[in-house]
């Protein structure tokens, strides 16, 4: 009976320690995988950091980084303007 209590005790702490780092592996994994993929189609924002460090961006970063180039777009077309009516006013 002695023997049968250490082989069903072994078996429960094996199983469970089995089950436990195959979920943590497992959710890993698909975690990895699916940020992964996210950023490869674009849905997920990222960059490299100095230390090459693979960073998410957060909400506020992507919408300052919007502003910032929602200002330089216009300030190009202002520019483009600019540059035609001076060569209108050139040739007239």
Do not use: C, P
């Not at 199983?15 to 436990?20: C, D, E, L």
């Not at 992964?36 to 230390?51: A, I, M, P």
């Amino acid at each position: 009976m002695y023997e049968l209590w250490h082989l069903l005790t072994a078996y429960f702490v094996g199983t469970t320690a089995g089950v436990i780092l195959f979920k943590t592996y497992v959710k890993e994994s698909i975690i990895v995988s699916v940020l992964d993929n996210l950023v490869d189609q674009g849905f997920v924002k990222s960059f490299v950091d100095d230390q090459g460090t693979i960073q998410f961006m957060t909400i506020q970063e992507i919408e300052q980084e919007s502003e910032i180039l929602a200002r330089v777009m216009n300030q190009i077309d202002e520019y483009e303007k600019e540059r035609e009516n001076n060569e209108k006013d050139d040739t007239a």
